[in-house]
């Protein structure tokens, strides 16, 4: 049986990268800390993940002052989105042919 | 197929999120690793989406204890200092002014305080015990949005009480409560939310007979907190522990 994997993208074979990517879609935007705290990751490990993400054009980043501190908003892009959407489907699709 | 490099050991025994790839074409050779690959990632994807959007580990447990608390000072209120308003302008501290009115306004506070240290001590243990971290974007929102209508009940309450209005005082805060739990259910178990209707109504319905309204106040804060309580805790917590 041939399966179906084209549409499981390059993207999210990392976890931490599908992680940032689940968290980012059902929220407005969210900043480093927050997604730290989520993933349990290290900064340097975080900031790599988020950069491949930006490069590939899933998230965007909105840079901004709170409190005098430099903040950073990370949001899911419509690109963002519809590829994860699509990985989803994948997911989902390759379960039902696979029962 | 061909299963050239395999990756290093998958699993590093860690509940946080370990950075190994998944679904790799080359790493796949049978359809049953495809399909537990495939179900890991759903599982991973959804706990991720709940974990930044909601904080599921609220106490049944200290919703009883709120409930006890409750009913222990609506009896000191009602039967040790016989507050019992029965109008908004319930002229309770010209009739006996041997009663300090701190008192009730302490044991409120008291009460409140009291209630809300269980629940956070209590779903610390539970979000612990799930391995959940307590401290994140997820649970400041939800304190966030549960204190912002608490506190505005609660500021409206005391300036109102300054201008006697003290009958005001029992319905305001289980209306008050009740908004402010609906308004944190979005960001927890979306069962509060249903138990900030019924504090909402108790609240509204207690102003149609002022006369009983520390009953009311006694039977939303206490009896509906108590069984409520009870319901999450069997629903949720009873085969864990």
């Known amino acids: 049986?041939?399966?179906?994997?084209?549409?499981?993208?390059?993207?999210?074979?990392?976890?931490?990268?599908?992680?940032i990517m689940s968290a980012l879609l059902v929220n407005e935007s969210l900043d480093f800390t927050a997604l730290k705290e989520f993933l349990e990751v290290t900064d340097?490990?975080?900031?790599?993940?988020?950069?491949?993400?930006?490069?590939?054009?899933?998230?965007?980043?909105?840079?901004?002052?709170?409190d005098n501190k430099p903040n950073t908003q990370y949001a899911i892009s419509k690109e963002g989105r519809l590829a994860f959407t699509a990985h989803l489907n994948a997911l989902e699709a390759l379960l039902k042919q696979l029962k | 197929m061909s299963n050239k490099s395999h990756s290093a050991p998958n699993s590093s025994g860690k509940d946080s999120v370990s950075d190994t790839p998944l679904g790799k074409k080359s790493d796949l050779e049978s359809p049953k690793q495809h399909k537990e690959e495939s179900l890991a990632q759903l599982e991973m994807i959804k706990r991720m989406m709940e974990r930044s959007t909601r904080f599921l580990h609220l106490s049944g447990l200290a919703g009883m204890l709120a409930g006890i608390f409750a009913l222990i000072s609506s009896y000191?209120?009602?039967?040790?200092?016989?507050?019992?308003?029965?109008?908004?302008?319930?002229?309770?501290?010209?009739?006996?002014?041997?009663?300090?009115?701190?008192?009730?306004?302490?044991?409120?506070?008291?009460?409140?305080?009291?209630?809300?240290?269980?629940?956070?001590?209590?779903?610390?243990?539970?979000?612990?015990?799930?391995?959940?971290?307590?401290?994140?974007?997820?649970?400041?929102?939800?304190?966030?949005?549960?204190?912002?209508?608490?506190?505005?009940?609660?500021?409206?309450?005391?300036?109102?009480?300054?201008?006697?209005?003290i009958g005001l005082?029992?319905?305001?805060?289980?209306i008050f409560?009740?908004?402010?739990?609906?308004?944190?259910?979005?960001?927890?178990?979306?069962?509060?939310?249903?138990?900030?209707?019924?504090?909402?109504?108790?609240?509204?319905?207690?102003?149609?007979?002022?006369?009983?309204?520390?009953?009311?106040?006694?039977?939303?804060?206490?009896?509906?907190?108590?069984?409520?309580?009870?319901y999450i805790y069997l629903r949720y917590e009873k085969e864990i522990l």
């Not at chain 2, 009291?114 to 959940?132: I, N, P, Q």
């Open chain 2, 76 to 165: 000191i209120v009602i039967v040790q200092f016989g507050f019992q308003p029965d109008t908004a302008d319930y002229p309770y501290f010209l009739n006996d002014p041997a009663v300090n009115e701190w008192g009730i306004i302490l044991l409120a506070l008291v009460t409140v305080l009291l209630a809300m240290s269980g629940a956070v001590y209590l779903s610390t243990r539970r979000a612990k015990r799930h391995g959940e971290k307590l401290w994140t974007a997820t649970t400041r929102n939800l304190l966030r949005y549960f204190l912002i209508p608490l506190l505005t009940g609660g500021l409206l309450i005391l300036l109102l009480w300054e201008q006697g209005y």
């Open chain 1, 1 to 19: 049986m041939k399966v179906e994997l084209d549409n499981i993208h390059k993207v999210f074979e990392s976890k931490i990268r599908l992680g």
């Open chain 2, 177 to 230: 409560y009740g908004l402010a739990l609906i308004h944190a259910s979005h960001f927890s178990l979306s069962d509060i939310r249903y138990l900030g209707y019924i504090q909402l109504s108790v609240g509204l319905a207690s102003v149609l007979v002022m006369d009983l309204s520390m009953y009311f106040w006694a039977f939303g804060f206490g009896l509906v907190h108590l069984c409520y309580g009870g």
């Open chain 2, 169 to 174: 005082a029992a319905p305001l805060s289980l």
């Open chain 1, 44 to 66: 340097g490990n975080l900031a790599t993940h988020l950069k491949t993400l930006q490069k590939n054009g899933f998230i965007t980043i909105k840079k901004r002052f709170l």
